[in-house]
């Protein structure tokens, strides 16, 4: 799910409101959540670090996971330190929290594989044969209602 969180400061008041929004269809972003914290507050947690940030932002209707809880403290260390930016707003995508796939090689596995499946040119005729001598039809009765007929 595509998020943007925003942080917008109102210095005079001394309030910092986090505004989160979602794509609910491609291109429609709607306002999911609004929190307002104190601003002084805020800079000191961010002062201290992503720990303390994290567990001051957090609440019990807004509470971001680790990685976006890194993602918001890192994007935002320079917003706290001045005073000439009102507001920033930081797009997620949960996406980008799951671990990358490895690009996974098979260059010695896949010689031996090749060389299982080159036909060796032994198979006797009497073989074949002998493959083909079973009986292949079906085994039931028209009478045989069981649900394995079919």
């Known amino acids: ?16 409101v986090i505004l989160e929004s979602s794509e609910v269809d491609p291109g429609v972003v709607i306002l999911l ?3 307002e914290y104190d601003l002084k507050e805020m800079i000191k947690a961010s002062d201290k670090g992503v720990q303390a940030f994290s567990h ?18 890192e994007n935002t260390i320079e917003f706290f330190k001045t005073k000439a930016q009102e507001k920033i707003i930081i ?21 031996e594989i090749d ?6 040119g032994d198979t006797k005729e009497d073989e074949i044969k002998e493959i083909d001598a ?8 028209p009478e045989d209602i069981s649900e394995h007929e079919n």
């Not at 079973?134 to 009765?141: I, R, S, V, Y």
């Open 1 to 16: 799910m595509k998020q943007k969180i925003r942080f917008e400061k109102n210095i005079k008041a001394g309030k910092v």
């Open 33 to 35: 959540h609004e929190e």
């Open 56 to 73: 001051f932002i957090r609440r019990r209707s807004l509470f971001p996971t680790a990685y976006l809880c890194n993602k918001l403290f």
């Open 91 to 111: 797009e997620y995508d949960d996406v980008e929290a799951f671990p990358k796939e490895e690009e996974f090689q098979l260059e010695d596995e896949d010689i």
């Open 115 to 120: 060389k299982i499946l080159e036909d060796d």
């Open 134 to 141: 079973e009986d292949d039809t079906p085994k039931f009765k």
